[in-house]
């Protein structure tokens, strides 16, 4: 019995211990990465293929009930996302970056802009 719960330990520490892995957009010799700033990532990559803003839901604190849009707009801030789509080319992935507060959230790969 002592073995297996060290087993379960050992591997429960190993799990947390592992390093987390952001993504990151390869742009003419530089690294766009997760944080880094609009004009950073316009600078490094050049302008995107294409844009989309839009007003992520906001939500109620202990609740996590979307505030309506008609309250939203006078009450509660947008929370504005910015994705910018980048064609890499020939025999690579679209890539996706997801600005929120214009700093990089996300950087996703797929075949289709998502």
């Not at 211990?17 to 990559?45: I, M, W």
């Not at 009450?75 to 020939?90: H, N």
Request: aromatic share 10%; with cysteine; hydrophobic share 40%.
């Amino acid at each position: 019995m002592h073995a297996w719960l060290r087993i379960c330990v050992v591997t429960l520490i190993a799990v947390h211990a592992a390093p987390t892995r952001a993504e990151s957009l390869r742009c003419n010799g530089q690294s766009a990465t997760e944080g880094d700033t609009r004009l950073s990532v316009l600078f490094k990559c050049g302008q995107p293929l294409l844009q989309d803003t839009y007003c992520a839901p906001v939500y109620y604190g202990p609740t996590l009930q979307v505030v309506p849009d008609s309250l939203a707009g006078f009450f509660v801030p947008c929370q504005p996302i910015e994705e910018w789509v980048y064609d890499r080319g020939p025999g690579n992935l679209m890539a996706t970056v997801r600005f929120r507060s214009g700093i990089v959230q996300s950087i996703r790969y797929g075949r289709t802009p998502q």
